[in-house]
């Protein structure tokens, strides 16, 4: 992460915003050379608060630790059987249709 003090950051404000966004590398901003804000893109400030919004309620915190849960144990389906999988619905789907 960049560190820039507010009086550059007031300088090249246009210039670090076009950067941040193309980049996503957000921009610590220090007054008196202590941290005061952070810039960062708006696609990762909207994926920081979903992010956050799940975090907060219990439910999605419950389900978040029973797939970390599953990931550690292996308990996991794996992208080819997911393949099959979706085939064989597929196949059924389109059995279905014929009769």
């Not at 309620?57 to 970390?68: G, N, Q």
């Amino acid at each position: 992460m960049k560190t820039l003090p507010l009086a550059e950051v007031r300088n090249r404000l246009s210039v670090l915003v076009d950067e941040v966004a193309r980049t996503h590398e957000a921009v610590t901003i220090t007054r008196n050379g202590v941290p005061a804000a952070v810039v960062v893109s708006i696609e990762d400030y909207e994926s920081i608060m979903e992010t956050l919004a799940l975090l907060n309620d219990p439910e999605d915190r419950d389900r978040l630790a029973e797939a970390e849960e599953s990931v550690a144990t292996g308990d996991v389906t794996t992208g080819e059987e997911m393949a099959e999988l979706m085939r064989e619905r597929v196949r059924r789907e389109r059995g279905a249709g014929a009769a």
